[in-house]
């Protein structure tokens, strides 16, 4: 029963980490609110514990996805702002 605990507990780490990094995805934070929800209800009956670790570790894929998204996007917005602050001056 302890690893279940320890399993619930990285599950529910995964959802706030998740949700966390929702609020600025592209089609909305009560969009992505709402698949994040679903898939987590769709898998709250699974107790097989290797089952479980897997999910964690698509979960964790999913927020490494998510963190290189908006990287790229920040990225692109302070090329954008450079380069067209570059063209103004000349």
Do not use: W
């Amino acid at each position: 029963m302890k690893m279940a605990n320890s399993l619930r507990g990285e599950v529910l780490n995964l959802y706030k980490n998740l949700l966390y990094l929702g609020r600025d995805y592209p089609k909305g934070a009560d969009y992505f609110k709402r698949r994040l929800k679903n898939v987590f209800l769709k898998n709250k009956d699974v107790k097989d514990p290797e089952k479980i670790k897997e999910l964690i570790g698509r979960g964790e894929f999913v927020m490494k996805e998510l963190e290189a998204l908006y990287f790229l996007r920040k990225y692109r917005a302070m090329k954008q702002r450079y380069y067209s602050d570059i063209n103004k001056t000349n």
